[in-house]
């Protein structure tokens, strides 16, 4: 009899999600960044670019979620990666502004 998963696939989703989530904003925010416009003008053209980073990142984390569901169906070691990705995200988390 097989072992049982460490990680419920609904847990499994939920990192996945999030991590691509924190990933996917981080990336965006990186690619931005030497894009800024002038501070001057920062106000009015911050926010329909933020809008656009975490509507993105959250696209990319509910696809993540999705292919997440399947994880601890298929192994242990994989199972295993989940809590490495959930700090990787934490710490990108921190380190973006």
Do not use: K
Not at 18 to 46: C, K, Q
Not at 74 to 95: D, F, K, Q, R
Request: aromatic share 14%; hydrophobic share 60%; glycine share 10%.
């Amino acid at each position: 009899m097989p072992a049982a998963a460490p990680w419920s696939p609904r847990a499994s989703a939920w990192v996945c999600f999030a991590a691509m989530a924190v990933f996917g904003y981080a990336a965006l925010r990186l690619y931005a960044a030497p894009n800024e416009p002038d501070p001057r003008t920062l106000g009015p053209s911050v926010h329909v670019g933020y809008y656009w980073r975490v509507g993105t990142a959250i696209w990319w984390g509910v696809l993540a979620g999705i292919a997440g569901w399947r994880f601890p169906a298929v192994g242990p070691a994989v199972a295993a990666a989940l809590p490495w990705i959930a700090g990787a995200a934490t710490i990108a988390a921190v380190l973006v502004p």
